[in-house]
């Protein structure tokens, strides 16, 4: 059974940072494309960041240089590392494996606010 769970997500002030995690199981990890999305409320998903199977990175640009996207492949997870978050960074995050098929986490809460 396909399973992707974020983890990670919460309450933090503007400024400051967290790490998402996104936990992958029933696919062979390392064949598939890793992305991150988001969805802050009355708004579309949008993408964040994908890294692919080489290791290779793209970022939106509301979020270059300030997020990290990165892989274990041994561990089966993704990461994103989230730094100077600012209260438009709220938003339901997602995770997203592509490759053969494309399978969706459940999501994470993440509220940026003082």
């Known amino acids: 059974q396909v399973q992707l769970v974020e983890s990670g997500g919460g309450l933090v002030q503007p400024g400051g940072s967290l790490r998402l995690s996104c936990a992958a199981s029933?696919?062979?990890?390392?064949?598939?494309?890793m992305h991150w999305y988001r969805q802050a409320p009355g708004k579309e998903r949008e993408f964040v960041a994908a890294?692919?199977?080489?290791?290779?990175?793209s970022y939106a640009n509301s979020v270059k240089g300030r997020f990290t996207i990165s892989r274990d492949n041994a561990q089966n997870t993704v990461y994103l590392q989230m730094n100077s978050l600012k209260a438009d960074d709220t938003a339901v995050y997602s995770c997203?494996?592509?490759?053969?098929?494309?399978?969706w986490g459940q999501g994470t809460q993440v509220t940026v606010s003082s």
């Open positions: 997203r494996a592509l490759g053969t098929y494309g399978y």
């Open positions: 029933g696919f062979t990890f390392s064949n598939y494309g």
């Open positions: 890294i692919s199977r080489t290791g290779t990175t």
